[in-house]
């Protein structure tokens, strides 16, 4: 590991003449910068949680390689992080190293094939803006999903009735023993919101998605405008959160069952469900994490009251949370 030191940079509070150094570390072999305690509130969509342990967000796959290797030889566990856009971190942050995409973001488009490689870390709303300007059709659904590329496949992000999986051709995948894997949506087990990447800890460093090109960039522009504004009239947009808190059950709409036991506008501390669309949760203002996993458990246990249905978090649940 390369250790260097900055000028002194924070003073003691309990012994002010006591000076204390902040280190600047790099991943060995690398000049990728290794973070300690890290805040992770500003990089996730519902703007709550505390810091990483260690927090790094590597530009090259290299520099991935040697995350894992370095998080290896620590005995670190490891979190990915995309967009951070369906996850609720614990206040009390994470343990071991935290691994972010954002920075792996190159996108290639290939007429012969009418395909799109991109980046884990490409945000899937840019790339459906990209296609539409081509003309290519396929991703028009996706440009209200403020998450990254390999965020969407590992959830199988979806709306307005398609999802991820009907338009993945492969993904490039990085497991934690530094081996490079290239599987099908076949080998992907993909289901509602889910797929065999989720809780694994094989990062996705890229996929590759089958549209189709041709069309008039002006109507593809025109279909994704009208799906984002479609959004931004039923949900609401305007306050931190992470989207649908639960999976919908078959039966019911996760909302409809929430909205009909009275609980929209339930609050506790900053957080509330939101008027707009009972499946949201929103952060109305310094909320913290366990005031929305408090909500989560309270709206779990009045469904189950009412209409005994055991409704599922679609959003994940990272650290440790007080029992409720
Ligand atoms: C306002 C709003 C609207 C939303 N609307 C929708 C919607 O319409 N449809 C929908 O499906 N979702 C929606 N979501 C939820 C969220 O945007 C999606 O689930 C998105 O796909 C998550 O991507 P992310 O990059 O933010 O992933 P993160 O939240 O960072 O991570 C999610 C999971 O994926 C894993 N992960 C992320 N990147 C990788 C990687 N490269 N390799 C391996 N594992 C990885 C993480 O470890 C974690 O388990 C919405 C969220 C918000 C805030």
């Known amino acids: 590991m390369t ?22 570390i790099t991943l060995p072999g690398t000049d990728c910068p290794l973070r300690a305690d890290a805040p992770l509130a500003s990089l996730t969509s519902f703007r709550v949680g505390g810091p990483a342990e260690w927090y790094v967000a590597p530009r090259r796959l290299e ?50 094939t009418g395909t799109v490689t991109a980046g884990a870390g490409e945000p899937i709303a840019r790339l459906a803006w ?21 965020g969407a496949v590992v959830m199988n992000a979806g709306a307005h009735k398609s999802c991820t999986a009907d338009i993945l051709v492969n993904v490039q995948t990085l497991s934690p023993e530094g081996i490079i894997e290239q599987l099908t949506p076949v080998d992907l087990g993909f289901s509602y919101r889910t797929s065999s990447l989720q809780g694994s800890q094989r990062l996705l460093t890229q996929a590759t998605f089958k ?15 009208k799906h984002l504004e479609e959004r931004r009239r039923c949900q609401p947009y305007h306050l931190p959160s992470c989207g649908s808190v639960f999976r919908n059950p078959e039966s019911h709409a996760a909302a409809w069952l929430i909205e009909q036991i009275g609980l929209k ?32 458990r309270h709206v779990q246990m009045q469904v189950e009251h009412h209409w005994s249905l055991c409704l599922e978090p679609e959003v994940r649940i990272l650290g440790e949370f007080p029992s409720v």
């Open 211 to 225: 549209l189709k090109p041709g069309a008039q960039p002006k109507q593809v522009v025109s279909d994704t405008t």
């Open 63 to 112: 520099d991935l390689q040697a995350s894992f290797e370095w998080a290896k030889s620590q005995g670190l566990p490891l979190t990915l992080l995309g967009a951070g856009s369906n996850l609720l971190v614990s206040d009390r942050g994470l343990p071991g190293l935290v691994i972010c995409t954002r920075h792996l973001r190159q996108t290639q488009f290939d007429p012969d």
């Open 130 to 150: 990209q296609a539409a300007e081509r003309g290519w059709q396929g991703l028009e659904w996706a440009v209200g999903i403020p998450g990254t590329v390999g």
């Open 3 to 24: 250790l260097s030191y900055d000028p002194p940079s924070v003073s003691n509070a309990d012994n002010p003449k006591k000076t204390l150094y902040k280190p600047q």
């Open 265 to 296: 506008g339930y609050k506790i501390g900053g957080a509330q469900v939101a008027e707009r669309h009972a499946n949201f949760i929103l952060n109305c203002g310094g909320a913290k994490a366990s005031d929305i996993f408090q909500i989560i």
